[in-house]
């Protein structure tokens, strides 16, 4: 019969010891989930997908029903689906709150989208912010009624999509199909001259 090293913890107290919580880290999640809420802040990073789309309304509804104290939607993202954009922007406008957005690191194609949902007043930057605007793309495929379908689709959204930038920016929609028909860069400055954005800030107590 062998008998236990008493010194040594035995392994299934030691599993235990391995699957128990880390309480401090908890609280500590909790405290910082609180006051994220409490902020009335929203971050939009990364790739816009239906995922972060889902997480990001749910936040702008809780808010929304808190109170009706504005929120500040933050925004560095690369672009990613547009529908998935479709449904913040949508979101952004429908709720009751006043939306601030912050631009900030680079809002690139669907993350653009989601940025001029603001009123044009509502729309910051931070110095180093860059704006890429461009057309809609995506794979065409499939039988050929199929291909003529989703060819059309692409144009009636590219149509929808440059309505959308003019009436944010001002720009005609002539300009506005003509820049984005190719990758369009703007700077923080250069975005303000264009109308897409209108205050660079340094500091949160600039946001009015």
Known sequence: MLIPNASAPSSRFAEEDEEAPDTGSVKTSRQVDKHYFDSRIVMITGEINHTLAERVCVNLYALAQAS??????IISSPGGHVE???????TIKFIRPRVRVLGSGWVASAGALIYIAADKKDRYILPNTRFLLHAPSGGVGGKVTDIGIQAREMLLMKDRLNKLFSEATGQSIKKIEKDTDRDFWLSGAEAIDYGLATHMITSMTELK
């Not at 009706?68 to 939607?73: C, G, R, S, Y």
């Not at 998935?84 to 949508?90: A, F, N, W, Y």
């Open 68 to 73: 009706n104290d504005p929120i500040t939607v």
């Open 84 to 90: 998935s954009g479709d449904m913040i922007h949508d």
